[in-house]
Nanobody, 128 residues
Framework: LVRLVESGGGSVQAGGSLSLSCTTS??????????MAWFRQAPGKEREGVAT???????TYADSVKGRFTISVNNAKNTLHLHMNSLAPEDSAMYYC????????????????????WGQGTQVTVSS
């Protein structure tokens, strides 16, 4: 069983920045986990993919966050990060870390159905 624990959420004003972290119980560097991602879900909306990273070095961003968010991995600490800049109220949501052992095609990397393991989420609130 893979455990994922998010941290770093909070409240910030529009235009501000936040960084999220996700620590995994399995190693990222030795490819035990192939793929990791950040998703978010706002009240009344579907869960949407934000950014993904895999052990082949491929990174995918949702169009809504390109140029503002950066996903990265610290292999030594088995930690996935999401650095968020220029935050807007529409970025407010519960942010979830997700992982899977198997790769998927590019078109599905931001699909929640491709990830078997999930964290409990961390809340991000952006005020105008």
């Amino acid at each position: 069983l893979v455990r994922l624990v998010e941290s770093g959420g909070g409240s910030v004003q529009a235009g501000g920045s936040l960084s999220l972290s996700c620590t995994t119980s399995d190693a990222i560097a030795n490819q035990t986990l192939c793929c990791m991602a950040w998703f978010r879900q706002a009240p009344g909306k579907e869960r949407e993919g934000v950014a993904t990273f895999d052990t082949y070095g491929r990174i995918t961003y949702a169009d809504s966050v390109k140029g503002r968010f950066t996903i990265s991995v610290n292999n030594a600490k088995n930690t996935l990060h999401l650095h968020m800049n220029s935050l807007a109220p529409e970025d407010s949501a519960m942010y979830y870390c997700a992982a899977d052992r198997l790769p998927t095609i590019a078109a599905l990397r931001l699909s929640s159905s491709e990830y078997a393991y999930w964290g409990q989420g961390t809340q991000v609130t952006v005020s105008s």
